[in-house]
């Protein structure tokens, strides 16, 4: 769905543009994650924007995040709709980056990889857009978005396996090459989020 839904094509455009910045949300993110909160029930575009609203349009480092001017950041939904809409608040609190949708706060467990112009940091919860989700004291209801654009040939098959993180810690001086690493490590943790999305969202 990854690639047919057109997400991964806007990632590389990011990759190659301004930079891209990923929250990939951890294991424990995704087990925390209520039952209440009935993201298998959306539909293969809808899925797409939850994907698009764990990436930033721009490169920051955690240097940057740290010290952000403006806290309200549009993401990669954001383009999908109206300014202003899908936009995630990243502030300081008790010295840690906090990252609020409106839904929930989560905060920068570890960075993952960073070289410009791809930024990967871990995240305690999953990102739920408030245009999408709305939570009570007891329960979680998704609500629909606007509709958003898929690919024709759009389809739910989700990768088979992942390949293994690229080696960070080589040296080589061929650009190329570091290209390549750069691109590989990014592509392994958005499989990896899109994968642990896949498996919640399919689940009955």
Partial sequence: ??????????????????????????????????????????????????????????????GSLESIVNPVQPTLATEYTEA??????????????????????????????????????????????KEMFSRGDAESTAVAPPSVAMAPDAEETPPTRLSSPPDLHGEDDNSSTASATVQGTVWWCIGVMYLQLHLLLSLV
Wanted: no cysteine; hydrophobic share 45%.
């Fill in 1 to 62: 769905m990854l690639q047919a839904s057109g997400v991964a094509s806007e990632f590389e455009a990011d990759e190659h543009g301004a930079g891209i910045t990923i929250f990939v949300p951890t294991d424990d993110a995704f087990a925390g994650l209520p039952a209440t909160d009935r993201l298998q029930s959306l539909p293969a575009e809808r899925k797409a924007v939850v994907l698009r609203f764990h990436v930033l349009h721009s490169y920051y480092p955690l």
């Fill in 84 to 129: 202003g809409r899908f936009t995630l608040n990243i502030t300081r609190v008790n010295g840690s980056i906090a990252i609020d949708t409106g839904v929930v706060q989560a905060s920068i467990t570890r960075t993952v990889f960073d070289q410009n112009p791809v930024a990967v940091f871990a995240v305690s919860e999953v990102l739920l857009p």
